[in-house]
């Protein structure tokens, strides 16, 4: 026993030396070579993860996605100021690492198409540009402290113009988004709407877009300090207390009407746009800078909003008019999130596209110029200068730096091949081509833009409705080692029974559906009772829309339009268009309610409140109830039980008079269906127009889109008398 103590003791004797050399080893200049090429190398690789994933966030509702995003875009900023510090303060010499620290400056410009992870990102553009300059001085003071070698000079002088290029991009861009650049940038278009409809007075044709004199595009102006003058000038002359900006319909600017009109055979009706893809695409694109409007608190006359109506309208008739509508909408809210999430804005304006090709032919030239430079540079390297090598004497270093520039700009090049297909490229060739009527006789032209505006690789939005079902998920209870009181610091709390099912596409049944209940409402929108009265079936079920809150109508029908659904299964569910309506409706209803209640009228945290209350309610009526017929059967049998006033007795009860209807299962879904498309149109309006910017990097809500339309239309709710509560004034206007 003591020769077995004395060989433990030894061995912890043993251990500290060892500890000890090997803490020194990690602090060797070879070491911290080797450490700031891994940074270097690790930093790349996140920086072509958000330039190949970043656009997919509108596409794709996945929380690995997001959480990879997130990860690699918060980490890049904290290993590029870390790794700059290790270059600063390294106590060896390496002529690579000037090459380097350039080339962290070009990644704190970020991707193109990840600008900002989100919202609260944009309104920080000050501390971007300071943190941008507090870099760049340290990498100036870097290369003077090195002193700048003869085969550096032509290197870091292509790659330095790269640097300003990157960072005036992305410091526009976030400034385009803050909401001082969002007011800045939508004062135009807001003092040029106040008065647009007047233009138009007797005049007005949707189906030729005769005096929708929608602004498109405005294009640059070669101001000269004679024309400032003027007018400034002539705005001091102004009447007050109207001090608004003047826009002009001259050959400049691109409006609707003019995508119209023009004779070139690629826009024809009779040519090359028989379907009116093209058009619609400019369409959507001015429609977006109305919808901007929305986050700058400005606001439309109610003539504007008339007029918006017809042309909904027009595009609703036909024989599928509610699949253009969509489709404009869609591209709408693409151009949306690209705003605020992109730097597209600034790269499609007049100039920003040659800047943007300038930028990427110096990335490109000086990749090449870097690495071909490099293996010279080290065939004659000197032996005093510290370097690391593989066994067969190759410079890891020179390795390190060919690898990175090639992967990177093949990543741009990937990324520069996307942009230049994006919806905005497709905007701003067109616009080109209204523009230019030269353009119209050259028949190859029209074919490369008419090719690269029917291009789409990908689908702009996730296009699903998400699903939640109370009777399937109100037992779930998320584990509490991952969601408790310490981790609701860092991660967003799960609650009990918050659990989605297996989304669901999105169908044309359904967007028809809603579509259809759109165009049927009045100006005022109902809480579902219009539906009821026109199926003359609003004396037995109305007064399940007349309910304290909004939360309370949602789960009370969706609890019944369950138990009617497993009360009477259907044989062949996918062929009947009114039960997939009723039921995808009726659990995304629910999923907004417990997943995104900032979407819908009731406060956000009343819905939370409420749906906590209902989870405890339902566990304690159906405890011990393993499958859903037996949740099923303790609801009809224990009814008359519960205490009046729940909503899980409520649901119940309109349950269970939906199934006492004698007029048939088929009449049942045909009123649940148009219940639900109504209800869906209902919860549309809001002034909460952040919320929807939010979701709009998590895929896209189905709700978003409608709140497009209704607010294009300026159609609204009619109004509650709701109990007190909190002051929810969600609109974003700073």
């Not at 009526?621 to 009814?639: G, M, P, Q, V, Y």
């Amino acid at each position: 026993m003591r020769d077995l103590q004395r060989r433990q003791q030894g061995a912890g004797n043993k251990t500290l030396p060892e500890a000890t050399a090997l803490m020194k080893n990690l602090r060797t200049p070879q070491a911290n070579l080797a450490k700031i090429e891994l940074l270097v190398c690790l930093t790349a690789i996140l920086l072509i993860l958000l330039n190949i994933f970043g656009s997919s966030r509108c596409r794709h509702n996945n929380w690995k996605l997001r959480i990879l995003l997130w990860a690699a875009y918060t980490l890049s900023s904290y290993l590029i100021a870390y790794t700059l510090g290790l270059i600063t303060e390294a106590s060896f010499r390496n002529e690579m690492l000037p090459v380097w620290a350039i080339f962290l400056m070009i990644f704190f410009g970020s991707s193109d198409s990840y600008s900002v992870h989100s919202l609260e990102d944009c309104e920080r553009w000050k501390n971007y540009g300071w943190q941008y300059v507090i870099k760049f001085t340290g990498v100036i003071i870097l290369l003077f402290m090195y002193g700048i070698t003869s085969w550096m000079i032509s290197v870091l002088f292509i790659l330095g113009l790269t640097v300003p290029l990157k960072f005036s991009n992305r410091a526009a861009s976030l400034l385009s988004a803050s909401g001082y650049g969002r007011q800045m940038t939508t004062k135009l278009i807001a003092d040029y709407m106040s008065s647009e409809h007047q233009s138009s007075k007797g005049d007005l044709d949707p189906c030729q877009m005769r005096g929708y004199n929608y602004v498109v595009k405005v294009g640059k102006t070669s101001s000269t300090p004679l024309k400032k003058s003027k007018e400034r000038e002539a705005a001091a002359q102004r009447d007050a207390p109207n001090y608004r900006e003047s826009l002009k319909i001259t050959d400049r600017v691109v409006t609707i009407e003019k995508v119209w009109k023009c004779d070139g055979w690629l826009l024809r009706s009779d040519g090359g746009d028989k379907d009116s893809k093209l058009k619609d695409i400019c369409l959507s694109f001015s429609l977006y800078k109305l919808l901007c409007l929305r986050f700058s608190g400005h606001s439309l006359p109610k003539q504007a909003h008339e007029k918006l109506w017809k042309l909904i309208q027009h595009l609703y008739a036909g024989g599928k008019g509610y699949e253009r509508a969509f489709r404009v909408v869609e591209l709408e809210l693409s151009f949306l999130f690209g705003s605020f999430y992109t730097k597209y804005p600034i790269i499609f304006m007049p100039t920003g596209w040659t800047i943007k090709v300038a930028e990427l032919l110096l990335m490109v030239t000086g990749s090449l110029l870097t690495i071909g430079l490099c293996f010279e540079y080290d065939s004659n390297r000197h032996k005093d200068e510290l370097q690391l090598a593989t066994r067969g004497g190759w410079s890891i270093d020179v390795l390190v730096t060919a690898l990175i520039l090639i992967v990177f700009t093949c990543g741009e090049l990937v990324q520069f091949f996307f942009m230049a297909i994006s919806e905005w490229a497709k905007v701003s060739l067109l616009c080109n081509y209204v523009q230019n009527p030269s353009w119209h006789k050259n028949k190859r032209s029209e074919k490369v833009i008419g090719l690269i505006c029917r291009t789409q690789l990908l689908k702009p939005w996730e296009r699903k409705l998400r699903q939640y079902s109370l009777l399937e998920s109100y037992d779930y209870t998320p584990p509490r080692w991952l969601y408790n009181s310490f981790t609701v610091m860092f991660i967003d709390l799960i609650r009990d029974g918050q659990k989605h099912s297996a989304p669901a596409n999105l169908s044309s049944e359904v967007k028809k559906a809603v579509f259809r209940s759109l165009m049927s409402n009045p100006e005022t929108l109902k809480n579902g009772e219009a539906s009821l009265r026109r199926n003359n079936v609003a004396d037995k079920f109305a007064w399940a829309c007349r309910l304290e809150t909004q939360t309370q109508v949602i789960i009370v029908w969706h609890i019944a339009t369950s138990i009617f659904e497993h009360s009477v299964p259907i044989s062949y569910p996918i062929s009947d268009p009114n039960y997939l309506t009723a039921t995808s409706l009726s659990k995304y209803l629910a999923y907004l309610v417990v997943f995104c209640p900032n979407l819908l009228p009731d406060h956000p945290y009343d819905s939370e409140y409420a749906f906590n209350e209902i989870i405890i309610e339902t566990r304690c009526l159906l405890k011990d109830c393993k499958t859903r017929e037996e949740r099923i059967r303790r609801l009809n049998t224990n009814s008359n039980t519960m205490d009046n006033g729940r909503v899980i007795k409520q649901g119940t009860q309109l349950g269970q008079e939906l199934l006492k209807e004698e007029r048939g299962r088929q009449f049942i879904w045909k009123v649940l269906a148009e219940f639900w498309a109504e209800l869906m149109v209902y919860v549309a309006p809001s002034d909460n127009a952040k919320a929807h910017a939010e979701h709009l990097k998590m895929g896209g809500e189905f709700v978003t889109h409608l709140w497009a339309l209704v607010s294009h239309a300026g159609i609204e709710r009619e109004h509650r008398v709701e109990r007190p509560t909190l002051n929810r004034s969600q609109s974003w206007t700073s």
